[in-house]
């Protein structure tokens, strides 16, 4: 055999000796994708596309700890939602819960926890300083009070109440604190049109049918009622 064919013999057995390990790395590849999309499913809910608690929970201690004093986490209540399913149906009570999901997401951005607890409740962390608090609330107020248009073009009134607490108002950054007094601010103006923003005082607020009541002495910001 000349020295060309052996070299070509050499060449050919090479190939297939990488094509050959090529198939099963691009097997794994395709299946660490499949089971990368799975995962994400677990995590997120498939109404909405928000996180689902524990995921949500998970990234919002990140945050928490990342960026300390500098952070919010707001609580978001879908008022009248029950009557939207009675009235309309449920088909489109789902179209206003993920019109509210979209919302959520493009107000907070794509670097916070946004989740949905269950129901129409929602929650969210994000990084957002002091001094822009208070007209970044009032925005997230007028874009959930802003019409849902459903796909056979009737519309809905949809409105939401919203409750916010950070590690300066309320003295913690502790998750469970701030959710806490989050959803007792948001009480304290359920159906208000208006943002409250927790205060030390919430963190203790008693409970009223296994929510936690607000109390008085609170900022407010957004849409009059």
Known sequence: MSS???I??????RTLLLTTAAVPLTGWAVHAVALYKQLAATRRDPLTGLLRRDAYTARARRLLARHGDDTALVMIDADHFKAVNDTLGHPAG????AAFGARLTAWAGPRASVGRLGGDEFALVLELPAARLEQRLAQLVRMLHTPVVLDDGRTVDVAASVGAATPTSVGSSDLTVLQRAADAALYDGKHSGRAVLATGQHVTAPSINGRRAGRPGTSV???AA
């Open 221 to 223: 910001w957004g849409r």
């Open 94 to 97: 789902d179209a206003v819960l």
């Open 8 to 13: 070509k013999g050499r060449i050919g057995q």
């Open 4 to 6: 060309l064919l052996r």
